[in-house]
């Protein structure tokens, strides 16, 4: 991973050029929570957010994925793996960047994942570090040690 920095009056720009070559996929929020899906070019993009509901592995990691067909009379198993299109994943958390390592750590460990291993090559992570989050988490954390002490 490397670090680069952009200043904030150039971002949406940015964004939008990248549209024309990649999916571009962000925290959005729908029904007072956020979840991660798909932008559309000219969408301004929610950079400082609150936990989502669903972290941004389920682009990794989805829910269900077919992954190999068996031929009953050949007896031959064949894997599938999906053409994923290139896709950047916006406004990902410090913890989930850190769980992504993790999750690298793992599926590459041993047998690799190949299923695993085609979505993270086609995948760039950008992310934000938001202060306030790390407060209000704090705050929370203290309210919940105070009324467990007391």
């Known amino acids: ?27 959005k929020e729908e029904y007072g ?12 993009i929610t950079l400082q957010y609150p936990t989502s509901v669903l972290p941004p592995k389920k682009y990794l990691l989805p829910p269900r994925e077919e992954l190999f067909s068996f031929n009953a009379k050949t007896m031959e198993m064949n ?21 992504l390592m993790l999750l690298d750590k793992i599926h590459n460990t041993g047998y690799a994942d190949q299923h695993y291993q085609a ?14 989050r790390f407060a209000r988490a704090w705050e929370r954390f203290r309210f919940l040690s105070s009324s467990i002490f007391t």
């Open 1 to 27: 991973m490397s670090l680069k920095i952009l200043p904030k009056h150039l971002f949406q720009a940015w964004v939008d050029r990248l549209h024309t070559t990649h999916r571009i996929v962000a925290p």
């Open 33 to 44: 929570q956020y979840i991660y899906g798909a932008v559309e070019a000219g969408e301004v």
């Open 79 to 99: 894997p599938i793996i999906e053409d994923i299109p290139p896709t950047i994943i916006f406004a990902v958390h410090t913890c989930d960047m850190h769980s």
């Open 119 to 132: 979505r993270r090559d086609k995948t760039v992570w950008v992310s934000v570090e938001w202060s306030m």
